[in-house]
């Protein structure tokens, strides 16, 4: 686990923090599509992610999902941590998007290495600043941007994020993170096919990207 741990942080944190953290971290290598915290439940660590990407999303009443953002590589989602400040259960739901490798660090280690080490209080605030420009940032995508350009953004996104082209994606499971109707996304998915930028196959699209 060190080796991974100063591969990704060596240049972020100090070595004893590297230490304590192969101590106390538990390493997860989890496949894709792995649900890694649900909705309501108790939360027990923060995520330090090594390599791969973790989709955050949130769910209405309805059972409809909304995508927050990404968790790649270096990346925390100190988010669990502050609401764990507030006695509250996960707000939100963590799945692998890709094989991504972490360390889970227990809350009872947040506040102790807030004081003991200045490195690790800074990059809990910046952490913790960056998911809040991507929820801003979703907010307003889906207040003011019209659901073509979101959607996309999104397939971008998709492509940056799995480094595949094409993308391995049904219409309904984008419908599910853009938060609209598999019908809506199908139609605004042909008019992009015939606008030249992309082209559909059966459970893929591929994005006509310049080389």
């Known amino acids: 686990m060190i080796l991974s741990l100063k591969e990704q942080f060596g240049t ?19 496949p894709a599509d792995v649900e890694l915290m649900d909705i309501g439940e108790v939360i027990k660590g923060v995520p330090l992610v090594l390599s791969g990407a973790v989709k955050i999303s949130r769910e209405d009443v309805n059972g409809d999902e909304l995508l927050l953002y990404y968790l790649e590589s270096g990346d925390s989602c100190t988010l669990t941590f502050a609401w764990e400040l507030g006695q509250t259960r996960s707000k939100i739901r ?3 998007e890709t094989p991504t490798k972490l360390i889970m660090i227990p809350l009872s280690r947040m506040e102790l290495w807030s004081d003991r080490y200045p490195t690790w209080r800074k990059f809990l605030l910046k952490s913790y600043q960056e998911r809040m420009d991507e929820l801003l940032e979703t907010l307003d995508s889906v207040a003011f941007d019209q659901l073509e350009a979101r959607l996309w953004n999104y397939l971008l996104e998709k492509n940056r994020i799995s480094k595949q082209n094409p993308i391995s ?7 599910h993170d ?20 992309l082209r559909l196959h059966r459970h893929a699209i591929e994005l006509n990207l310049p080389l």
């Open 94 to 96: 963590a799945v692998t």
């Open 169 to 175: 994606i049904t219409h309904q499971s984008i419908a």
């Open 12 to 30: 972020v944190f100090e070595e004893a923090l590297l230490n304590d953290i192969a101590q106390v971290g538990t390493l997860r290598e989890v």
């Open 178 to 197: 853009l938060y609209s109707s598999r019908v809506v996304i199908s139609r605004l998915l042909k008019r992009l096919e015939r606008a030249g930028k």
